[in-house]
């Protein structure tokens, strides 16, 4: 039996040779070997299991924000989490939300129920999984201050929960990233009554706010991380960055940290600018500028 069979018979869906373009934000990225689709805990932890006792190479694909995959592609098998995992469901103060619900879905979802704690990062784009990976947010407040646990699947097809402690959140960063080994199903969320209206009000200005000054098209939104008490994209306009070109990829003139997809760029365009800014960022500042996006597939 074919590996392909194998995996209908544990999974939603699978696809061969799906290209990794149309399920990322930059709409660069090869062909992934296997596209699987899992619908709830289930399925994934048969599919884990699976992957675990052959030895198969995967990682999880969220939204495709905050991506840069190779043009050559991603090998094994590549993880999309639908059906359950997009639920959100209220009950008192604690929202639980699937790893691949919308943050800002959940967040109107709070302030719809008078709940605030979701304000700083219910501006951004990006799924739950993803805003827990990256522990996200705005100077209003991090994904970390709210979160209570976090449901995980091991690679061997194993459920734990998660303590906020046991998530290792550090600035835009926790353990997730460093551990590979683990797959978010869902978070849980401490959250304080407020006043609904007026966070949605803030919401609302915010993401206008956003539209207004940020970029639109293709993107990852920033970058690079901002480095303590300084913002990347001052240092990369100073450095003389803004307007930079390679290939189809751009600097964003109204935005130094977006570095965007203006014209069919390649990814390899759009690391190759990358590396170029950083270099420019080094010799002006003597600052080395770490990656926000993450780097897939094979380079």
Not at 231 to 258: M, R
């Amino acid at each position: 039996m074919s590996l392909t069979n194998k995996l209908h018979g544990i999974v939603s869906s699978v696809r061969e040779n799906e290209l990794m373009a149309s399920h990322t934000t930059l709409g660069v990225g090869g062909p992934a070997d296997y596209f699987v689709e899992v619908a709830n805990d289930d399925e994934l932890a048969g599919l884990m299991k699976f992957i675990s006792s052959n030895g198969l190479p995967w990682m999880v694909l969220g939204d495709g924000a905050n991506l840069l995959v190779s043009d050559k592609g991603i090998r094994g098998i590549v993880i999309h989490m639908g059906g359950e995992f997009e639920r959100v469901v209220v009950d008192g103060n604690i929202i639980t939300a699937g790893s691949a619900a919308s943050i800002a879905r959940v967040a109107d979802v709070a302030a719809k129920h008078d709940l605030s704690g979701l304000e700083g990062v219910g501006t951004v784009p990006g799924s739950v999984g993803g805003a827990i990976v990256m522990n996200a947010g705005t100077h209003r407040g991090y994904i970390d201050e709210v979160t209570h646990s976090v449901v995980i699947v091991t690679k061997t097809g194993e459920k734990q929960a998660l303590s906020r402690e046991e998530c290792g959140f550090t600035y835009r960063n926790s353990r997730f990233q460093g551990d590979k080994s683990l797959i978010i199903a869902s978070g849980t969320f401490a959250m304080r009554p407020g006043d609904g209206k007026a966070i949605e009000e803030h919401l609302d200005s915010v993401r206008r706010h956003r539209a207004e000054t940020q970029p639109q098209g293709k993107s990852a939104g920033c970058f690079f991380k901002n480095p303590p008490n300084l913002s990347a994209g001052k240092l990369i306009e100073l450095a003389g960055g803004k307007g930079l070109t390679e290939g189809g990829a751009v600097v964003s003139d109204v935005h130094g940290n977006f570095i965007m997809n203006a014209n069919n760029a390649t990814a390899s365009d759009l690391r190759n600018l990358a590396d170029r800014v950083r270099g420019m960022v080094r010799e002006k500042h003597g600052i080395e500028l770490e990656y926000e996006v993450r780097l897939v597939g094979e380079w």
